[in-house]
């Protein structure tokens, strides 16, 4: 019989929903957050609060961790209070995090001293497809760990992709995605330029392809927000989209691999950055394109 | 009632099954194509066939060219026997080729000085996707000529937008289109080539995004053919889409939008062709990705 | 004896002072210029002042033009009234304006079938450096018409360096130098930037490098405008620098090399253009660079 | 009086040419360097060698270091037996080496806390110029450090250019001048490559602008070997060059300046290391726009 116990690390605006979700499912789930309040909301829903991440954690069960950084990832797990001091032999650690793949690389070796495993296990979609449970997963690391995890994935997500052994892989996969989406954004922005020097209309364009080849939820979602240029209030913050696009390219030079078009959205992103648009959603790299082209 | 005669003129990998659509829904077709030959094969199902542009047309009636480049619809248009000499007054002109907006602008001009209209229509879609008419179809241009052209592109296509008055729209749609098409592939090849790197199958991962957030036509496609390599024979050749590339620099140009993604594409069209590939699909460029990281 | 008379067609503000210092020299010198009051000016130097290009050249004599572009020079060379119909066998042609390799060819070829020799001989330097007799000459075509040049190439440059029998090659020389010299501004405009961004002097920098290991004109110069930001009045206007980039890209196409520096300087020109800075000096498109760092 | 004693750490073939000329110009020198034959190298010149960098160092005195990298100057600074260790109060730290100016910033902080002075000064020119005492020098940091290294600036190099108080700036200056040399190794790649395809002699060109507007060091030395393809051995590493790419990339994204010319030159670092190249000297990066153009 699945356990249904776990504890969930990091309750932000991805991990409230996911972690709902498990309560739904009938899971016993011990929360903690490092701003204890966001934690509490949850009580409502059946989960226990904990002060530690130490303290949510089962000897020998399953953590999960939904973090917003390398440096936030390490501190839970390694740190004072963390969860390598609790977890123990037999414990898992499915890391959903996107974090850079020397992260979860050096995190399995610690856990793999402790007699724990390890499953680095990312998702794709937003808030509104975490609590909608259609997430897309990608995973790799400890074939123990990715085979107690694949239970949570199935309440978490719509499909999980498995992508081998090494436990950075499915980070890599997810850098690589947000690389392909911002890459898509970066396109739309060059066609959209060129369309409305032409006079034509935003939305006729991006209605016209996306109910045509590119009929799929990257172009359909971030088109929409392209055409009405609806950037505030952020859906997924620019500078959050510069600290991914950031560990795509430390990634690519660790493997030696040359990136141009990453190159081109670092440089984006760094101009929006650089004219106080940190805050606004990441598609707003568009109106750097618009700018060169004098169109504002 | 609608007109249930035209002339079909360029009886290509893409013409040839058109033409074919048109004849199965009950058209009277007179095709013309430079190399006879091409044309005659449609002669079984139905169509006549003509030595020149001009006798294909009838005064005051339809006239589709489906041509490899701008020179060649400008001949077939402007040259001699070409077809204003003979489409006169009422004639309609719908041109389906992937030309730049100012060649249509120019001919446009040239049919209203005779009193015959115009309407750019280029298409989206491979050959397969003309036989099945599934065609995306984008135009623009003369009022009248829309309205007369609308029957024929529910023959071909599986949906068809407006984009105005302005003869040039619809091509500048079609050359944002392909570009980003190629922008997409660029995308791929940098993720495959970091995959690749790491371990990663490149297979895995393409099917991992074309059944997650890019699960469209253009990846799903495109994808398989990049996991595979499998760039001959080619689907589109390579250096067509340098054409197409080379368009779209060109009005970039014109309307001043700075394009640095186009330049990229470009810079790898080229250094393919360069290296002998020009005869292979335009996925290829993603060997230039692959060379770069080493990886060949 | 060296033949001491030539014809000098385009008295722009390179053609001018070159012209004066032929007949300072002791040429006897035949000028034309389209706007006919430009070449009046030369007058007082001795000049006598020609209605046509052809008017101006003696049959089997020596021609030299200095002008705008290529449209310009292929007009007053096959053009109605121009320097085909009069130069006839023994003359020779020696071209000294910045157009495309192709342009020479196809000239060369022309002058050819008429028993004329033709010599491609762009210069670089200013129009302080051309009245100072400074000019460096790169140059190349044929054997006779380049014997019969050198002696008025001493008078007009400091030096002057044979690059074969290729009617084209000077031209390829000529652009590739502007291309070095819009990427040291590039380079330096980058540079800037981030030297500025952190408290540094933008003159300071410019005097260190430009007296230690980038002492030489085209650092020197350029430096010191973009230290100060002189774009106006224009030295060398951008919408030129333009023109010659889009020349050297062209010619790069052709000769299936892919240049990404020359695309990002051609993205930049492209930018500035687009925000009306066409008239300035082709150094103003670092203040795009500057812009991309929120520095202005 | 000046002061006529100094310890000098880091014995490598910049730092053993430095160290020498001090002991001509009749200073005391102590050394120090990981290896220790390096140093003892410089025993017949009149230096005294110490196994420790602090052991090298006089209390209130002066110490130079020029090390490969921040880490080993972060090390030798405050690492155990480091020069904090011993420096004390009026003591002097001259650090020539290419480092960021983070680095810089970061030591200077702790020099002040025990009433040490920080000067960051690196140099411009490669070991034949440090020999010969033609040194280019930039520097910045605290008054009194950097009056009392004036004399030995002026026994090191041809130059010295104050950049103020900020200890980081003179780095920042550093790194711009790495960009800017490796930026024109660049333009001469792509010009040598459009050249060669067009028949033109590759050692003619350099010729013809290192003695016309591109008559400095930087352009008649790296365009030598460029001509020559003269890689190896190699003057200065293709991987130390990424180094100093890398850092100037990082100073740029600190600063929120777009440098999309330095990104064109880390990927075209990045795929010389992937190919095999790091070992070569850094122009070397000039083979892969050569193999883009199939000139290889």
Redesign the interface.
């Known amino acids: 019989m699945a356990e249904k116990k776990v504890a969930f690390l990091g309750i932000g605006s991805m991990g409230a929903p996911m972690a709902r979700n498990l309560l739904k499912s009938g899971y016993s789930v011990t929360v903690f957050n490092r701003s204890r309040d966001r934690a509490e909301k949850l009580i409502a829903d059946g989960a226990v609060v904990s002060d530690t991440p130490a303290g949510a954690v089962t000897q020998g069960g399953m953590v999960v961790t939904m973090l917003s950084n390398d440096a936030a990832l390490e501190a839970v797990t390694l740190g004072s209070g963390g969860i390598l001091e609790k977890l123990g032999k037999g414990g898992v650690h499915v890391s959903m995090s996107t974090v850079s ?1 020397e992260t979860s690389r050096k995190l399995a070796s610690k856990h793999a001293e402790i007699g724990a495993t390890f499953v680095a296990a990312p998702v ?2 937003r808030p509104d497809a975490a609590a909608a449970q259609k997430l ?1 997963i ?1 995973f790799s690391g400890d074939a123990e760990a990715k085979e107690r995890a694949r239970p949570v994935f199935s309440v978490l997500g719509q ?1 999980a ?1 498995d ?2 052994n ?1 436990h ?2 499915a980070n ?2 997810k ?3 947000n ?3 911002l ?2 954004v ?3 922005s ?2 959209l ?3 409305e ?5 935003r939305s ?2 991006i ?3 996306t ?9 359909q979602n971030y088109g929409r927000i392209l055409a009405d240029r609806s950037y505030e209030p952020a859906g997924f913050k620019l500078e959050l989209g510069m600290k991914d696009i ?1 560990l ?1 390219r430390d ?3 660790a ?10 959205l ?3 992103l ?2 929006s ?4 648009r940190a805050g606004m959603d990441w598609t707003a790299i568009e109106l ?2 618009a ?4 169109l504002r």
């Not at 493997?255 to 081109?264: C, E, I, K, R, Y």
């Not at 950055?273 to 106080?276: E, N, T």
């Open positions: 793949p794709f979609g897309y990608c499909s992709t992508f081998g090494d950075g892989a890599v996969v850098l690589s995605g690389f392909m989406i890459s898509a970066q396109a739309m060059e066609a330029a060129l369309a020097k032409n006079g034509i209309d006729t364009l209605n016209f392809f109910q045509a080849n590119f009929a799929c939820p990257v172009y950031r795509a990634t690519a030079e493997a030696m691999v040359p990136m141009p078009l990453a190159d081109l670092h440089a984006r760094l101009e950055i650089a004219k106080g750097a394109t700018e060169d082209a004098a």
